[in-house]
């Protein structure tokens, strides 16, 4: 059986603590969350990578200040970006996770285009997408991928995939 790692998270978000968790799994290290929430320094819906990247790295610079006695820090920030400009707007996941003192590793994962409809009422009518399935649609998680797949992909599963992505490389270079 492993040791126990303890991860220090930017986030309260129950989803995004299983999400980091699992990624962690999937390449051996075997991890219980702890969090607090610290704000990212920019809008609720980021609207591009950059935003989207800043967001993160404002939330895991402070978390690194907060000095908490932990073997990792991680941070998630998801938003929306147009990755070509005849394209229209895709989901967008930024991870930030690192060894404290150690290098961070980043990892991105660009996952489904939003409907025009949907990207038309945020952020003027409700802050981000996740607000948008809540209250349009009654969903009790900020979850609006299984609505838009058909059930076929979650947001849980596009944020693991960032995370599984800063993962391998903190794993390879932590050898």
């Known amino acids: ?22 990624a962690l799994e999937r390449v051996g290290i075997v991890a219980t969350v702890d969090s607090k929430k610290l704000d990212s320094g920019v809008s ?23 000095n908490v006695e932990t073997e990792y820090l991680a941070t998630v920030e998801s938003g929306l970006c147009r990755v070509q400009k005849d394209l229209g707007m895709y989901g967008c996941v930024v991870v ?57 992909l979650s947001r849980r599963e596009t944020i693991e995939t960032a995370a599984f992505n800063a993962a391998v490389q903190l794993k390879q270079r932590n050898i």
């Open 96 to 152: 930030i996770l690192e060894r404290t003192g150690d290098k961070p590793y980043v990892g991105f994962s660009i996952d489904i285009e939003y409907p025009v409809e949907v990207l038309d009422m945020v952020p003027s009518v409700y802050a981000d997408v996740g607000v948008w399935i809540q209250e349009e649609h009654g969903t009790k998680e900020k979850d609006p991928y299984p609505y838009l797949t058909g059930g076929m």
């Open 44 to 66: 609720e819906q980021p609207l591009s990578i950059d935003e989207t990247y800043l967001g993160a790295k404002n939330r895991h610079d402070a978390l690194r200040s907060l």
């Open 1 to 22: 059986m492993s040791e126990l790692s303890r991860v220090f998270m930017s986030t309260e978000s129950a989803l995004k603590h299983e999400a980091v968790a699992h």
